[in-house]
């Protein structure tokens, strides 16, 4: 176990709507990554969140947007939902970004109906 | 490397024999790179990482190799177990910059 934990696991939601995914970093850790990883694929980078600020993304649309608190857990949010969406949501934690190891969570799988 | 496709390589070996997993990567300037194994329905688990400054290094049953002359890594398994069976992936993080790379990952299979 890494300690990185993921919120829900498994969610279903409809074109067009909203969603929140929520991930608690590990001990000592103070960045977070998310990735996107559709069935049969390497995950995708979205961004990295460091001290609070967005450090760095990927090829993602501005639909795409997180959050970091001061305990450095964080949030993945994504507006107007399309069914491209679906996929396995994770989180990887890391001391200080660049070059460290990266520990990831168990995901949150989002189906888009 | 990154993603090129849907088609994941497999590779089938007896329990007990030594498994080798390959990565092309494609960024000469990645200098840190780690393997990765994931379970179906699971996150990444981090196994082994190597810096570009490094062509081998060992960990418990496995050693990860770097040739950064032809920019391949490679990812050996000792004494391969039915527990090691799941998709392998190699990710590399470039000095500058701060995500991972992920390979379209390797799917191994273990015959007991």
């Known amino acids: 176990e890494t300690g990185v934990t993921q919120s829900p696991t498994h969610l279903i939601k409809t074109r067009g709507q909203q969603v929140t995914l929520r991930c608690s970093s590990q001990?000592?850790?103070?960045?977070v990554s998310w990735y996107q990883q559709a069935l049969g694929q390497g995950p995708q980078f979205i961004f990295q969140?460091?001290?609070?600020?967005?450090?760095g993304r990927g090829n993602f649309p501005p639909r795409f947007s997180g959050l970091q608190f001061p305990n450095y857990s964080s949030e993945l949010n994504v507006n107007a939902l399309e069914l491209d969406d679906s996929a396995l949501y994770l989180c990887?934690?890391?001391?200080?970004?660049?070059?460290?190891?990266?520990?990831f969570g168990q995901g949150t799988r989002l189906t888009v109906v | 490397g990154e993603s090129v496709g849907l088609h994941l390589p497999t590779l089938s070996v007896q329990e007990g024999d030594n498994s080798i997993i390959n990565c092309a990567y494609s960024?000469?300037?990645?200098?840190?790179f780690i393997w990765y194994k994931q379970e179906s329905g699971k996150g990444p688990q981090f196994i082994i990482d190597?810096?570009?400054?490094?062509d081998k290094r060992q960990g418990q049953r496995v050693t990860v190799l770097l040739n950064k002359t032809v920019k391949h890594l490679s990812l050996q398994i000792a004494a391969t177990q039915p527990g090691d069976s799941a998709v392998y992936f190699c990710?590399?993080?470039?000095?500058?910059?701060?995500?991972?790379?992920f390979g379209t990952g390797t799917s191994l299979t273990v015959i007991p």
């Open positions: 990887a934690s890391s001391f200080e970004g660049a070059g460290t190891e990266a520990f």
């Open positions: 001990s000592g850790h103070n960045t």
């Open positions: 969140y460091y001290r609070e600020e967005e450090n």
């Open positions: 960024n000469s300037a990645s200098d840190y």
């Open positions: 190597i810096r570009s400054n490094m």
């Open positions: 990710a590399e993080n470039l000095d500058t910059g701060n995500q991972f790379y």
